[in-house]
């Protein structure tokens, strides 16, 4: 019981501190945009003048860009500080756009949601959040219940690298000198890495440091990793067939060095 207690706590732990400091979050990935011009292309192919569901939008990076193409969104998420600040960004938009979205604040597993959609997205490894099957079948029925006749499921994950994975848990990695958006203070941000091989759960944290060595504080993050075949019978059994798996946002095909698994599905 105390085991099983002590890996619950990381769990919850790893899915909520890495989302607790908004603007640094925003600040650590405003670069990253393939993910976001590809989403774009899945609303324009399959939605259209149709809604869209994103699983985990987080600050709006991917949100914000669909309601200015034109679409309608909800945007569901479990943590308060990310929707404060996607709230801040759509309250800068212009009001047409605004009455085109709707926040909500809650477990993406288990949405009471009346409204049905063309297209549901779930970003940026959000899926990874799922740590054991019965978390995957739930979103899954979810999700199932939630799609148009036709619709779509789209949905990216990392793709497991086991030399990554099994690297040196006793040792710093990723050692990084930055600037915090808000405080505009120097800090410097390392990460280490235990990977559990049975529960496939990569449990990292990641330090913030003065650069003369002060630690300031220590933040858990925590995915699953799901190999590309257990992840097509997940799908497949639980009623999802796979229309396209590509190792890139640019649809190229997922292979050995692929860093990421890009996952287009629909009902079977």
Same mark, same amino acid.
């Given at each position: 019981?105390?085991?099983?207690?002590? #890996? =619950?706590?990381?769990? /919850?732990?790893?899915?909520?501190?890495?989302? $607790?400091? %908004? &603007?640094?979050?925003?600040?650590?990935?405003?670069?990253?945009?393939?993910?976001?011009?590809?989403?774009?292309?899945?609303?324009?192919?399959?939605?259209?003048?149709?809604?869209?569901?994103?699983?985990?939008?987080?600050?709006?990076?991917?949100?914000?860009?669909?309601?200015?193409d034109g679409h309608r969104?909800?945007?569901?998420?479990?943590?308060?500080?990310?929707?404060?600040?996607?709230?801040?960004? #759509? =309250?800068?938009?212009? /009001?047409?756009?605004?009455?085109?979205?709707? $926040?909500? %604040? &809650?477990?993406?597993?288990r949405l009471n949601l009346?409204?049905?959609?063309?297209?549901?997205?779930?970003?940026?490894?959000?899926?990874?959040?799922?740590?054991?099957?019965?978390?995957?079948?739930?979103?899954?029925?979810?999700?199932?219940?939630?799609?148009?006749?036709?619709?779509?499921?789209?949905?990216?994950?990392?793709?497991?690298?086991?030399?990554?994975?099994?690297?040196?848990?006793?040792?710093?990695?990723?050692?990084?000198?930055?600037?915090?958006?808000?405080?505009?203070?120097?800090?410097?941000?390392?990460?280490?890495?235990?990977?559990?091989?049975?529960?496939?759960?990569?449990?990292?944290?990641?330090?913030?440091?003065?650069?003369?060595?002060?630690?300031?504080?220590?933040?858990?993050?925590?995915?699953?990793?799901?190999?590309?075949?257990?992840?097509?019978?997940?799908?497949?059994?639980?009623?999802?067939?796979?229309?396209?798996?590509?190792?890139d946002f640019d649809g190229?095909?997922?292979?050995?060095?692929?860093?990421?698994?890009?996952?287009?599905?629909?009902?079977?």
């Amino acid at each position: 019981m105390t085991r099983n207690k002590h #890996i =619950g706590d990381a769990l /919850l732990l790893g899915s909520s501190e890495h989302y $607790l400091d %908004a &603007a640094l979050y925003d600040h650590e990935y405003h670069r990253r945009r393939e993910d976001v011009q590809f989403y774009r292309r899945m609303a324009r192919q399959h939605a259209r003048e149709k809604p869209i569901l994103e699983l985990g939008c987080g600050t709006g990076r991917l949100l914000v860009p669909l309601l200015r193409d034109g679409h309608r969104v909800v945007g569901v998420d479990a943590m308060q500080p990310m929707l404060d600040r996607c709230r801040d960004k #759509i =309250g800068r938009l212009a /009001l047409e756009t605004r009455t085109r979205v709707k $926040l909500l %604040a &809650a477990d993406f597993r288990r949405l009471n949601l009346r409204q049905r959609f063309a297209l549901i997205v779930c970003p940026f490894n959000g899926f990874m959040h799922l740590y054991e099957r019965a978390d995957v079948e739930a979103l899954l029925r979810s999700v199932h219940r939630l799609l148009t006749p036709g619709g779509r499921f789209v949905f990216d994950v990392m793709n497991p690298d086991l030399k990554w994975l099994s690297r040196d848990s006793e040792r710093r990695w990723a050692r990084t000198r930055f600037r915090h958006p808000v405080s505009g203070k120097s800090q410097v941000y390392s990460t280490d890495l235990l990977y559990d091989n049975a529960r496939q759960i990569a449990f990292m944290r990641i330090y913030y440091e003065t650069p003369s060595g002060k630690r300031l504080r220590t933040i858990h993050l925590t995915h699953r990793y799901f190999f590309p075949q257990e992840l097509a019978e997940l799908l497949h059994y639980n009623g999802f067939a796979i229309e396209k798996s590509s190792g890139d946002f640019d649809g190229s095909p997922l292979g050995n060095d692929s860093e990421v698994q890009v996952v287009q599905c629909r009902l079977a």
